[in-house]
């Protein structure tokens, strides 16, 4: 089924250990897509500006995206310039540039309207909701957001997490929203504010699944949080969009199946996990643009093989 | 087959954010030992001044633990206050009394001498090194050490690291001892220092195993690291000495099994993290002195169902 991203689609510049690239494609929208692409139809919501060409089309049109709901405006596109120099755990700032995102007023074409699944990725909370309500039969809503939006706009975010099946954010993210330190009650309070099921983000260290009540139709319930690895990589060439490849491999497979079940629900996670894990190999959305669907199957049980126990009873 | 640890029986005062206590039993060798003896034998090398009385002797002989090699010395037994009040993640060291360690020379009773398993917990390399020395024939050798040791007695504890087969250190710890930020490039880099495999331990994250070449016998070779999973926990009541808990679970484990494959080895990591989660349960070694073996298996379970999928196939 057809997944709807709304979010970035901007120029990257940054820096790592690696090296450095100037202007590359970027933004989450674009990682999102990019990795949930491999598992289902993608429709992307966005702005961009006059230096989006088409040869950045075609990246898209290559793995069948659609991106009719890409809006043209005068300008220049959304640019995000970070370093992670200092340390491959955390970018650094160093200029955004909004440009045309900064009146950017979310359209959804009519052949849109058909979407199952909605994925509000990391923009104003303001705009995710107005996304949200033009989309009333959608069947799943997930969403990421980030520290900015938890400090300076919690009134227009807490209308948004209320609309959430899934909301996937990383550790400082939960604790910040939440107010608490430890993770578990952290969660527990988060799936008290909208989301019926939250999933923390702990960069290389994986990721783990909170279930609540609702977190499964027709009274499945989740007794235990499920903990995704991620896979210890020599080299991170760039971290960027390492979390939102993470959200499209996860989302991707989810609106694959016919039906949320637990086993789909941490598959997808695994399948999270894996394109996580592609996205940091180059830089920009080189690999994720090239991956192969053996690749992924390889990847998907080296992931089960570092972190499963072929044993059975004491 | 039996383990013989070499390690600070102690004293510990500790404030958390849940309470504190004063001069409570603990020590590198006592979690290790209490965790361990659920699994195997095991036998102590420590030494203790005169407020360890037959009361703190009993808790070791409850769990059936060796402690011949317990030395009882004038004077006090080593002090270590500490606060995790402002993180549960990192402990502040208020004070160090080592007292009767000081002049600790570990002597090895007969009786301990048939010892197959050897464990080195965190103590000067030094004394590591002459415990070692002393057990020329043990079949298996794992240890532990701390930043103090690797940035001031690195000659020393180069010595020890090339005698060991398991070194159980944590992500600072790994990183420091390589100089090299990268975790992998990190643990490759340690096992060419001596450890034929590296556990590094995450805390709530869980823990990474890193095999070299002559992780296994027999030409048996593991091709990638392993990660076990950590217990999300609503309330971390005291953090110290979960890592030596680790340490008794997966090396009690180990030695209770007849032959080491990767198998064992993985599930010993699984029941390294079981002691791990159970020792942060209390203040000191309360719930290490008093679990049972099916709480022990039920949280072994538990950790499988957090973070096995039951899914084998795209």
Same mark, same amino acid.
């Given at each position: 089924? &057809?997944?709807? !991203?709304?979010?970035?689609?901007?120029?990257?510049?940054?820096?790592?250990?690696?090296? &450095?690239?100037?202007?590359?494609?970027?933004?989450?929208?674009?990682?999102f897509a990019l990795a949930a692409s491999y598992f +289902?139809?993608?429709?992307?919501?966005?702005?961009?500006?006059?230096?989006?060409?088409?040869?950045?089309?075609?990246?898209?049109?290559?793995?069948?995206?659609?991106?009719?709901?890409?809006?043209?405006?005068?300008?220049? &596109?959304?640019?995000?310039?970070?370093?992670?120099?200092?340390?491959?755990?955390?970018a650094q700032t160093l200029g955004t540039d909004l440009?045309?995102?900064?009146?950017?007023?979310?359209?959804?074409?009519?052949?849109?309207?058909?979407?199952?699944?909605?994925?509000?990725?990391?923009?104003?909370?303001?705009?995710?909701?107005?996304?949200?309500?033009?989309?009333?039969?959608?069947?799943?809503?997930?969403?990421?957001?980030?520290?900015?939006? /938890?400090?300076?706009?919690?009134?227009? =975010?807490?209308?948004?997490?209320?609309?959430?099946?899934?909301?996937? /954010?990383?550790?400082? #993210?939960?604790?910040?929203?939440?107010?608490?330190?430890?993770?578990? @009650?952290?969660?527990?309070?988060? =799936? +008290?504010?909208?989301?019926?099921?939250?999933?923390?983000?702990?960069?290389?260290?994986?990721? +783990?699944?909170?279930?609540?009540? #609702?977190s499964f139709p027709e009274g499945v319930k989740a007794?235990?949080?499920?903990?995704?690895?991620?896979?210890? @990589?020599?080299?991170?060439?760039?971290?960027?969009?390492?979390?939102?490849?993470?959200?499209?491999?996860?989302?991707?497979?989810?609106?694959?199946?016919?039906?949320? $079940?637990?086993? !789909?629900?941490? $598959?997808? %996670?695994?399948?999270?996990?894996? %394109?996580?894990?592609?996205?940091?190999?180059?830089?920009?959305?080189?690999?994720?643009?090239?991956?192969?669907?053996?690749? /992924?199957?390889?990847?998907?049980?080296?992931?089960?093989?570092?972190?499963? @126990?072929?044993?059975?009873?004491?």
């Open positions: 089924m &057809s997944i709807l !991203v709304v979010g970035s689609v901007a120029f990257d510049s940054i820096q790592t250990p690696s090296g &450095s690239v100037d202007h590359c494609l970027g933004g989450a929208a674009t990682h +289902t139809d993608v429709r992307v919501i966005a702005v961009v500006g006059k230096d989006f060409t088409a040869e950045h089309e075609s990246v898209f049109q290559r793995r069948g995206i659609n991106i009719e709901g890409i809006e043209h405006a005068d300008g220049l &596109s959304f640019h995000w310039t970070g370093s992670y120099v200092k340390s491959l755990n955390e440009n045309v995102f900064q009146s950017f007023d979310p359209k959804i074409p009519e052949s849109y309207k058909d979407s199952e699944y909605l994925f509000l990725a990391n923009i104003d909370p303001v705009l995710q909701a107005r996304v949200r309500s033009q989309m009333p039969k959608v069947k799943m809503v997930a969403g990421d957001t980030m520290n900015y939006w /938890i400090a300076d706009h919690a009134a227009n =975010l807490a209308k948004v997490l209320r609309e959430l099946n899934v909301l996937l /954010i990383n550790d400082g #993210e939960a604790r910040m929203l939440a107010g608490e330190n430890n993770l578990v @009650l952290a969660a527990n309070k988060v =799936l +008290t504010m909208g989301p019926k099921t939250l999933i923390v983000k702990h960069g290389e260290y994986g990721a +783990t699944a909170f279930f609540g009540e #609702e007794v235990h949080p499920f903990r995704a690895p991620a896979l210890p @990589l020599a080299e991170v060439v760039d971290p960027t969009g390492a979390g939102d490849s993470f959200a499209g491999g996860f989302y991707g497979y989810l609106a694959s199946q016919p039906e949320l $079940t637990p086993t !789909v629900f941490r $598959t997808a %996670m695994f399948y999270g996990g894996v %394109m996580g894990s592609f996205a940091v190999e180059r830089f920009g959305t080189e690999r994720l643009q090239a991956v192969t669907r053996e690749e /992924i199957e390889a990847r998907f049980k080296l992931f089960q093989e570092i972190s499963h @126990l072929d044993y059975t009873g004491a």
